[in-house]
Structures are given as structure tokens and as C-alpha cells.
């Protein structure tokens, strides 16, 4: 088992930046691809960024190319996203993601979940 826990959300004006940080703790952290979604109020959960578990291959969601970028420092068990630019649409819970068996794309995906961070952009 991994547990995971997300920090970093805030309130950010448009055009700001954050960066969201996911630490976890438990089996083997390089065991594990990871990934990043969200969730804005009334909508369904949704892929953000996913990366391989050395860092060489990471995915995204159309929405956030060229304005989010996944990382991840396995000497501190710690997944990152770095996000700019930030739009009111951006506005969401994010959550942090684990899977064994290839990145996670899917909501379906997941192995194990974090319990989320805001993330809230005013315009």
C-alpha cells in the first residue's frame, strides 16, 4: 500500500502560478507511476498529468500542455506539478495518483488516491 498526501493549493489570481506537491509513504515509491486530477464543482474528475516511475515520460491533458509540468524526486517519495498560467478554469480539487501498472490517464486508473487540494483562481 502507498499513502499519499497533497499540498500546495491556495488561492491564486489568473496568470499566477502554484505548484502542488504529493508526498507518499509506504511500498516502494518507484514502484509506482503517478499522476495527477481534478475535480471542479458539478463536474466529473478528470486527468491532469501523468509521469513515468523515472520521470523520463510524462502525458497531459490538453487543457493544461504547455502550462502544467509533472515531476517527480524519488529520493523524496514527492510527486510535483508545477502549474502557470492559472485560469478561473483551472478552479478544482486536485488529486494526487498512484498506479503499478502503467501511468494513470483514466479515472479509472488508480491504485491509490490522495484526499485532495484546493486549487481556486479568481479572475
Known amino acids: 500500500q502507498v499513502q499519499l498526501v497533497e499540498s500546495g493549493g491556495g488561492l491564486v489570481q489568473a496568470g499566477g502560478s502554484l505548484r502542488l506537491s504529493c508526498s507518499a509513504s509506504g511500498r516502494t515509491f518507484t514502484s509506482y507511476y503517478m499522476g495527477w486530477f481534478r475535480q471542479a464543482p458539478g463536474k466529473e474528475r478528470e486527468f491532469v498529468a501523468a509521469i513515468s516511475r523515472a520521470g523520463g515520460n510524462t502525458y497531459y491533458a490538453d487543457s493544461v500542455k504547455g502550462r502544467f509540468t509533472i515531476s517527480r524526486d ?38 491509490y488516491w490522495g484526499q485532495g487540494t484546493q486549487v481556486t483562481v479568481s479572475s
Not at 503499478?100 to 490517464?105: D, E, H, K, Q, S
Open 74 to 111: 524519488n529520493a523524496k517519495n514527492t510527486v510535483y506539478l508545477q502549474m502557470n498560467s492559472l485560469k478561473f478554469e483551472d478552479t478544482a480539487v486536485y488529486y494526487c495518483a498512484a498506479r503499478t501498472r502503467g501511468p494513470p490517464t483514466q479515472v479509472s486508473d488508480p491504485d
